[in-house]
């Protein structure tokens, strides 16, 4: 086992920090990479690249506005110095292959990744289970109502202790190297399931309302979202409501040698533990 340490960048954010967990409980040497870390790391910042990639031989990529021109430019400069301080691998944050511009620019992140000389394992993630608890979609559940323009579409979505889980895995092992990996929940969910559940595991009524893009972007901006952000999200859910991504897949098992965990278990979990209280 090597003494380097495992950089794992955006170490306190949703997959990140879980990611660090697991390192540290087994022991493990990592370098928590963030504006706050272990060591002091932004990516709008490359004075502080040299630093975070110092004898450093595997990491943990969370890559900012993936999907971008400006994320492939820094991720390829970025590739390139952690090759030449002697880097080999990375395992990096992506999206699923949707066939649209947003994963073909996402495409070209990870080539210019291995075009750097490292090789690379991507990570293909559905949306979190923690959206609904700690994230984006929380104040929605604190509603009672899930006003999104997702139709009737369905999504594999995933725990992000399952997603660090297996990360650790590709970070420890080379056998993960050069490969892809689709990361899902045991079953495709709709919104209304999704709300259903939501229900059940608090003992409160949670509704999911189709809306339209239009009415659902005015929405968000008359609650102060970003004109941008709100219009990303829009994007979004209309990649669920077409059912482009209306798959499961068998790689967490496969992994982690355990079914993934299924949202109704997270949604009682996480009641009990006060998330929407």
């Known amino acids: 086992m090597s003494t380097k340490p495992i950089l794992v960048t955006g170490a306190t954010g949703k997959t990140g920090r879980r990611v660090v967990r697991i390192l540290r409980s087994r022991g493990l040497p990592y370098r928590a990479a963030c504006r706050e870390g272990d060591v002091s790391f932004d990516w709008d910042d490359e004075a502080t690249w040299p630093d975070t990639v110092r004898d450093v031989e595997v990491a943990y990529l969370v890559i900012p506005d993936l999907g971008s021109n400006e994320a492939t430019a820094k991720a390829g400069r970025f590739a390139k110095l952690m090759a030449l301080a002697g880097g080999r691998r990375v395992v990096m944050v992506s999206t699923p292959d949707d066939m649209s511009d947003f994963h073909r620019q996402v ?106 893009p239009e009415q659902f972007v005015a929405e968000q901006i008359a609650e102060g979202v970003d004109v941008d952000w709100a219009n990303l999200l829009g994007n979004l859910y209309q990649v669920i409501s077409v059912g482009t991504l209306e798959a499961t897949s068998l790689d967490v098992g496969l992994i982690l040698g355990r079914p993934p965990r299924d949202f109704a278990d997270f949604a009682t979990k996480a009641a009990r533990e006060g998330a929407w209280w």
């Open 107 to 212: 495409k070209a992140t990870e080539s210019a990744i291995k075009s750097a000389g490292l090789v690379l394992t991507s990570l293909r993630l559905r949306w979190f289970y923690q959206n609904f608890s700690e994230d984006f979609l929380h104040p929605a559940v604190m509603s009672g109502s899930l006003r999104l323009p997702a139709g009737n579409g369905m999504e594999a979505f995933i725990d992000a202790d399952d997603i660090a889980a297996v990360a650790v895995e590709a970070l420890l092992n080379d056998s993960f190297a050069a490969q892809d990996h689709e990361l899902t929940g045991p079953r495709l969910m709709s919104f209304g399931d999704i709300a259903a559940d939501l229900s059940r595991a608090t003992g409160r009524h949670i509704t999911y309302a189709p809306v339209t």
